[in-house]
């Protein structure tokens, strides 16, 4: 079959565009996720009860559509789209995972999966960039790789751990894991001015307080194996030994996939006009690879809302 509309990517840019094109009429819509849920990232990437705010960092962005979303943790959050994908009776692919798309001479996509194709009229791209978290431009030996991590799901106890990062994810990680281990929070800056309110209040009365150490105007030169432990050279000619290292210091555009599905990237962005159209027709981008930093979830719906605006406009004009 041909769906009329397949979206790459279960987050809430993906569910957004998905409910708001049924709204319009479209029915024949499938959700492809690589992960084994929709909302990997809040997943993987949000600590238990972490806060979820509808203006994310201070930017205060009204709802276009018909979802509403409202403050709340990452529990409700993922709740709030549990429902969603229920009541809407969405189809949604999980460990569905996309090599390539290629437009068709008739105007349709083939879109690349493990074993096989997928077709559809319209393709909306919404992979976040968490999806590929920002890596270390030095080496990591590959005995300590297992300890060198991106989120907490292998921290145990007794820890000796350095974060590393000085954003929220950061300083969430840090404050989580010092009440059980030795906790170091490793930041090229001198403040946390970049996280929000709360996280650099939390952050500071840690360091106050010595549950948290705070290696600041810091960088990394260099991660050395020693005896089963990772050895870290800082820039300022100091190292110092670590059972585990946790880098959270963004996530990056991928955009090897963007550019084999012949998506435009500039300044590390896909290249889209207003409604977020690639210079492909048909194929969409939206969420939080569109955006500056990414991360507000009422952007991502509205680039939904924005979306399915346009292809029913399309339908429109061709089915005259």
């Not at 350095?162 to 954003?167: E, K, P, R």
Request: glycine share 10%; hydrophobic share 35%; net charge negative.
């Amino acid at each position: 079959m041909v769906y009329d509309l397949a979206i790459i990517g279960a987050g809430p840019a993906g569910i957004a565009t998905a409910i708001e094109s049924y709204a319009l009429g479209i029915r024949n819509i499938v959700l492809l996720e690589k992960d084994e849920n929709h909302n990997a990232t809040i997943r993987k990437f949000y600590k238990d009860n972490k806060r979820v705010d509808k203006d994310w960092k201070g930017q205060k962005v009204e709802c276009d559509g018909n979802i509403y979303f409202v403050d709340g943790t990452k529990e409700s959050t993922l709740d709030f789209f549990d429902d969603l994908i229920d009541q809407h009776a969405l189809e949604l692919k999980t460990h569905t995972e996309v090599q390539k798309i290629e437009k068709q001479d008739d105007g349709s996509f083939e879109i690349f999966i493990a074993g096989g194709v997928v077709k559809a009229h319209y393709v909306v791209v919404t992979i976040g960039r968490m999806g590929k978290p920002n890596k270390p431009s030095y080496p990591i030996p590959p005995s300590i790789k297992q300890q060198v991590n991106y989120t907490l799901e292998k921290c145990s106890q007794g820890e000796k751990i350095m974060v590393v990062g000085g954003g929220d994810s950061a300083i969430e990680y840090a404050i989580e894991l010092a009440d059980t281990n030795e906790v170091s929070i490793c930041y090229r800056r001198g403040t946390f001015r970049r996280a929000n309110p709360t996280n650099e209040k939390d952050i500071l009365e840690a360091i106050q307080s010595a549950k948290v150490r705070p290696l600041l105007n810091q960088t990394i030169d260099s991660l050395e194996a020693d005896q089963g432990k990772i050895h870290v050279n800082f820039g300022d000619g100091s190292s110092e030994t670590f059972d585990r290292l946790i880098y959270a210091i963004g996530g990056t555009t991928p955009s090897a996939f963007l550019q084999s599905s012949n998506i435009g990237i500039e300044d590390g962005k896909p290249v889209h006009d207003a409604h977020y159209e690639t210079q492909v027709k048909g194929l969409f981008v939206a969420g939080d690879i569109t955006q500056e930093s990414g991360g507000s979830i009422v952007l991502g719906l509205n680039h939904g809302y924005a979306i399915a605006q346009k292809i029913t406009e399309e339908r429109a004009k061709n089915n005259s």
